[in-house]
Structures are given as structure tokens and as C-alpha cells.
């Protein structure tokens, strides 16, 4: 089979996965920024880039934004070191006790809402609010419970990954390294991380994702459309400007934090291909 078939047939194999994405995301992500581009859906006059810069203005939307950001640049930090830390630590012990992965990946497939309702009673109690009281719902203790919860649930699953990357490393390539002197840190810094480096990257980009999709956790823990400042991240912004039948803010928010995410996925693409064109 030559290089032409061979990609029409892997074209053809994911034909219906690329349909499933042009008619479920693409074409409505394509009316949501026409709706950013008009001033309502009756009148349906365009207004250009009127509706962003206003959202632009917008301080909650500014609040919002750098809620979610540092939270996703904080959890993601934490959470990939974590990972890799404990993905070494079990490699070993995940050999000889199979059950390990299995309460590895239990957190993800737990009910969120009994999860939730256990964090309310660990969390919900005097000293806590104690701590956020004393500085107005600002600062990490107010997120403290959500961030907690963030890694708690998809530390699992991200060693498992890695977990499986650091078994596919020959143990040729790891000892012909210790007898050219690297050993501990050095070794994983200098051997390990690098060949590791694409699952790593992949770790990377699923807890950024997860980062955005833990409104949910949020609004049960909360349970208010406006939770405390520190707390109050883009998801919440749509999410009451879509209760208030606002389409415009929502649209033009949504298309501004979907090219902010794309640049950051793209950038992280980017850099993992020219970190493996540079060793490889």
C-alpha cells in the first residue's frame, strides 16, 4: 500500500470523527462568533468588535479571567509535579500490587456530588471560615478547598500515564547513563524527564483542560452563581450572563477565552515538537 491509499484510508477512518467535530463544535463555535459580532438576536445589527471591548471593560470579566488563569497555571504547576514525583515512587510498587492503579484512577470515576458533599463537611466548619473571613474572600485559602479537590482528582490518572512511559524506557539506556556518572537527580533530569517528554506534555495539556472543567465541583461547593472573589472564574461569568439571556457578552467571553486556550495548547504543541526535533 503506497504513502497516497495508505492516507486516504486513514483519512476516510476518522472521517467520522471529523464530522462528529465540524457539526457538534465547529459550526456552532461559527454562530457563536457571528453572535459576538451583532448587538442582539433579534434585531441582529452588526456591531464589529463593540460587544469585546465592552466585555473587555467588563471587571468581572477581568476578575474572571486572571481567577482562571492563575488557578490553571497554579494547579496545573502542582499537579504535574506531584505526578511525576509519585509516578517514580510507585513504578516499582504498581509491579507487584495490581490494585494500585485501580484506586489511582477511582477519583475520576467517584460521583462528583458525593465527593463534594464530603469536601462541604471537611471544609465548611469554623476554622475555615475563619481563614477566608480574614481577608475578604481574597487569597489562596478561599480556593484552597477547590484546588485541593483539582489535584486530588486527576493526580491519578496523570501517573498512570507517565507511570506507563517510564515502563516503555529500555533498562539498557538507564544503566549505560549510571556508568557515565548520572545518578539520582541527575539521572532523571538529564535521562529520565527527557524521554518521557511527550507524555509529559500530554500530562501537561489534560490537567489544563481538567483546570477549566472544575466549575462544576466550584458551583456544588459554593452553591451560588456568585461565590467569593478569589473564586469567581470565567465558567461562572458565562454562566450568568447565559441566565440572564446576554448572549453577546457570553459569545464575545467565550470567543476570547477559547483563543486564549488555543494559544496556550498551541504554544505547548509547539514547544514539545521543537524539544523533540532538538534531542531526536
Known amino acids: 500500500m503506497n504513502n497516497t491509499r495508505l492516507k486516504v484510508y486513514f483519512f476516510l477512518l476518522g472521517l467520522p470523527a471529523l464530522s462528529g467535530f465540524a457539526v457538534l463544535y465547529l459550526l456552532p463555535f461559527c454562530r457563536t462568533v457571528w453572535y ?134 529500555q533498562e539498557e539506556v538507564l544503566e549505560a547513563a549510571t556508568l557515565d556518572g548520572a545518578d539520582g537527580f541527575r539521572l532523571h533530569r538529564s535521562v529520565t524527564l527527557p524521554l518521557i517528554s511527550p507524555s509529559l506534555t500530554f500530562v501537561i495539556v489534560l490537567s489544563f483542560v ?10 456544588l461547593f459554593f452553591q451560588t452563581d456568585y461565590p467569593p472573589d478569589a473564586a469567581y472564574t470565567v465558567q461562572y461569568y458565562m454562566n450568568n450572563h447565559f441566565r440572564k439571556l446576554n448572549y453577546q457578552n457570553l459569545t464575545a467571553g467565550s470567543v476570547m477565552f477559547t483563543i486564549v486556550i488555543v494559544a496556550i495548547l498551541m504554544a505547548a504543541y509547539f514547544r514539545e515538537k521543537r524539544y523533540n526535533d532538538k534531542i531526536y
Open 36 to 169: 459576538s459580532l451583532i448587538d442582539n438576536t433579534y434585531q441582529a445589527n452588526f456591531v464589529f468588535l463593540d460587544n469585546y471591548i465592552n466585555v473587555l471593560k467588563n471587571p468581572y470579566y477581568q476578575l474572571a479571567m486572571k481567577n482562571t488563569l492563575i488557578f490553571s497555571a497554579v494547579g496545573v504547576m502542582s499537579i504535574g509535579i506531584l505526578s511525576v514525583m509519585l509516578s517514580f515512587g510507585l513504578l516499582r510498587l504498581s509491579k507487584r500490587l495490581a490494585f494500585v492503579k485501580n484506586l489511582l484512577i477511582a477519583p475520576m470515576v467517584m460521583p462528583t456530588a458525593g465527593i463534594v458533599f464530603v469536601w462541604q463537611i471537611a471544609f465548611q466548619n469554623d476554622w475555615y471560615r475563619i481563614l477566608t473571613h480574614s481577608n475578604n474572600g481574597e487569597g489562596l485559602w478561599t480556593i484552597f478547598p477547590i484546588m485541593l479537590l483539582y489535584i486530588w482528582k486527576n493526580t491519578g490518572i496523570n501517573i498512570i500515564i507517565l507511570g506507563a512511559a517510564l515502563i516503555g524506557i
Open 210 to 219: 481538567n483546570a477549566l472543567k472544575n466549575f462544576r465541583e466550584s458551583y
